[in-house]
């Protein structure tokens, strides 16, 4: 049973140019969620992913967007890249409504240049 | 709203010596709590969580933690510290609503095992 599996590993970008990151969550789960990881800090919500729907999005402005398919894989776009957006973006997978742990993935290390 | 509190940003032990990371919480609900280790370059992983049963909760690799209400708090503790649990470690606290999990990271602490 594979596990959350995120793609690109790496990603190098120049600012201004736009990104696409992917996310294939767990067998069985249908939410996804989104996660920044600065350098030396906690991840910080950017947004959830249920029923093809965006349900909650933490404080990113809109440059920020995502898109999630019929098969609950999910993609994160950023637009206008900037310097400040280099950082580790995790993906999580979990079930809707049930009280259990979230599953990340290993994340996409993106560098803003 | 919610917020984690971690209270130490390193904390550094001698190999087979007890590891003790502080969390605070504050939520406005009862919160489900939960610990995650991160190792460099690796993504997290989850050692323990807490979700309205027992206040003592057992984790993986010899890790532990104890819900207080009336502390807020959800320290992570192992008894003797092992070189490979050399990493960050992030408290987590999450309200369940109608569409899953919303996580809320601390900060994380630093475990650093000397030999």
């Known amino acids: 049973d594979a596990g959350v599996t995120q793609s690109p590993t790496h990603l190098i970008k120049t600012r201004g140019q736009q990104v696409t990151l992917r996310c294939s969550p767990k067998?069985?789960?249908?939410?996804v969620s989104w996660y920044q990881q600065a350098l030396g800090q906690g991840p910080q919500f950017i947004f959830q992913y249920y029923e093809e729907e965006e349900r909650q999005r933490g404080n990113f402005p809109d440059r920020f967007s995502g898109h999630q398919f019929p098969n609950y894989s999910s993609e994160l776009n950023v637009n206008a890249l900037l310097l400040g957006d280099s950082a580790l973006y995790l993906c999580?997978?979990?079930?809707?409504?049930?009280?259990?742990?979230?599953?990340f993935g290993q994340g996409t290390r993106l560098t803003v240049v | 709203a919610q917020s984690v509190t971690q209270l130490d940003s390193h904390v550094s032990v001698s190999e087979g010596t007890p590891v003790l990371l502080r969390c605070n919480y504050s939520?406005?609900?009862?919160?489900?709590l939960f610990w995650y280790v991160q190792h460099p370059n690796k993504g997290l992983q989850l050692l323990l969580k807490?979700?309205?049963?027992?206040?003592l909760v057992k984790g993986i690799n010899g890790f532990e933690a104890e819900f207080k209400k009336s502390e807020t708090s959800f320290h992570l503790t192992k008894p003797s510290a092992h070189m490979s649990d050399a990493a960050e470690y992030f408290c987590?606290?999450?309200?369940?609503?109608?569409?899953?999990?919303?996580?809320?990271f601390g900060p994380g602490t630093r475990l650093s095992v000397l030999p």
């Open positions: 987590v606290v999450s309200d369940l609503d109608n569409y899953g999990q919303n996580f809320v």
């Open positions: 939520s406005s609900y009862s919160p489900s």
């Open positions: 999580a997978s979990s079930l809707v409504g049930y009280s259990t742990e979230a599953f």
């Open positions: 067998s069985g789960h249908d939410t």
């Open positions: 807490y979700t309205s049963a027992a206040t």
